[in-house]
T-cell receptor, first 110, second 114 residues
Framework: GQQVMQIPQYQHVQEGEDFTTYCNSSTTLSNIQWYKQRPGGHPVFLIQLVKSGEVKKQKRLTFQFGEAKKNSSLHITATQTTDVGTYFCAGPTGRRALTFGSGTRLQVQP | DTAVSQTPKYLVTQMGNDKSIKCEQNLGHDTMYWYKQDSKKFLKIMFSYNNKELIINETVPNRFSPKSPDKAHLNLHINSLELGDSAVYFC?????????????FGPGTRLTVT
């Protein structure tokens, strides 16, 4: 079945440093979604990428969808303590559901 | 206004008991889901309903039974609870249609089985 892996599993940065998480799918994706889950909270939708090679920005967050539509990345510039949480990528399974990646947990040291 | 709500937020119970978790969404969405998140934060789909019809039933023990009385509600009943059922259960909803739209999650129910 479809597998979606993320690396790294965990990253600890100093506030102000950059952070990147990478997402790789075993199959080609029609689109990819990103979610953020704060500690003790629930996943919250951030963005969806649809086109091959697409790049989207939300303030300090930059999302990229690979040319082959099998990988994606999320880059955060100059992290802040409010960025703490687990970031998940997710791709459609073909049965109107999502397969979530394993998640990258981000810790930001003030 | 809470978009996707779940009750209860916490559930502590003993092995062998039967329990239910309720979920309601007021977003007018056609599709609702149940996810299980384990201690390592893996989010795994359990069930998916579209317009009250089951469309996904992953390899979940048949002790778990979802029920959708209407489009806005998807409840989860668990029989004969086991220690391994301890996890956070999230309900979610999304628009229907051919493609998978963004999902809106409830606050989660932390189930602890002792």
């Amino acid at each position: 079945g479809q597998q979606v892996m993320q690396i790294p599993q965990y990253q600890h940065v100093q506030e102000g440093e950059d952070f990147t998480t990478y997402c790789n799918s075993s199959t080609t994706l029609s689109n990819i979604q990103w979610y953020k889950q704060r500690p003790g909270g629930h996943p919250v939708f951030l963005i969806q990428l649809v086109k091959s090679g697409e790049v989207k920005k939300q303030k300090r967050l930059t999302f990229q969808f690979g040319e082959a539509k099998k990988n994606s990345s999320l880059h955060i510039t100059a992290t802040q303590t409010t960025d703490v949480g687990t970031y998940f990528c997710a791709g459609p399974t073909g049965r109107r559901a999502l397969t979530f990646g394993s998640g990258t947990r981000l810790q930001v040291q003030p | 206004d809470t978009a996707v709500s779940q009750t209860p937020k916490y559930l502590v119970t003993q092995m062998g008991n039967d329990k239910s978790i309720k979920c309601e969404q007021n977003l007018g969405h056609d599709t609702m889901y149940w996810y299980k998140q384990d201690s390592k934060k893996f989010l795994k789909i359990m069930f998916s309903y579209n317009n009250k019809e089951l469309i996904i039933n992953e390899t979940v023990p048949n002790r778990f039974s979802p029920k959708s009385p209407d489009k806005a509600h998807l409840n989860l009943h668990i029989n004969s609870l086991e220690l391994g059922d301890s996890a956070v259960y999230f309900c979610a909803s999304s628009q229907g249609g051919d493609r998978v739209h963004e999902q809106y999650f409830g606050p989660g129910t932390r189930l602890t089985v002792t």
